[in-house]
């Protein structure tokens, strides 16, 4: 395969949900998305400083632009890696739902049975009930996004999986 071949298929792999990414071509991109927020991070500050003096916050146009126009590209990689893991590609949203779980689920006791909502806002105090159920939210996403990140990295499937023949272009299996 020629390199101007082998870009057009990384081209249109960027959007696709479907088939297998191998741990390197899934972390090289991670790379390039971190870096590109790096750049536009570093423009931001260059181009759309704060200034206090006229009462203008921080604004990160530029950032949250390469944020939102990658963000397709890195869910669909991801999706794959974890399909060369053998595994859905849902699992991308457990580090979201777990702890919107936890917190939903440690809300209604502390809703029902307790006064502890009616002292966010007076004298500071939030609670003690409410400061253990957000603690408790931090804790499943700390674990999912853990979890998902030892889906990502592991070795890929060497043989066809229910997702497809392994990854070209990229050694799955290690």
């Known amino acids: 395969m020629t390199d101007h071949a082998a870009k057009q298929v990384y081209v249109r792999k960027l959007v696709r949900f479907d088939g297998r990414a191998s741990r390197s071509e899934y972390w090289r991109f991670v790379l390039v998305f971190l870096i590109a ?5 570093i423009a931001d500050n260059l181009f759309f400083p704060a200034d206090p003096a006229r009462n203008l916050p921080d604004r990160h146009p530029v950032t949250v632009f390469v944020i939102v126009s990658m963000l397709w590209s890195l869910c669909a990689f991801g999706v794959r890696r974890l399909h060369d893991v053998n595994r859905s590609g849902w699992w991308m949203l457990f580090p979201v739902a777990l702890p919107l779980v936890v917190t939903a689920i ?3 006791p502390v809703w029902f049975f307790t006064n502890a909502f009616e002292h966010i806002g007076k004298e500071g105090r939030i609670g003690v009930p409410v ?8 804790l499943a996403w700390l674990a999912a996004a853990l979890c998902l990140v ?6 890929g499937d060497r043989l066809p999986n229910r997702f497809g023949p392994p990854a070209k ?6």
């Open 131 to 138: 400061s253990l159920v957000a603690f408790a939210g931090v």
């Open 37 to 41: 927020v790096l750049m536009a991070g």
């Open 169 to 174: 272009g990229g050694n799955s299996g290690s």
């Open 106 to 108: 440690g809300s209604v």
């Open 150 to 155: 030892v889906f990502l990295a592991r070795p």
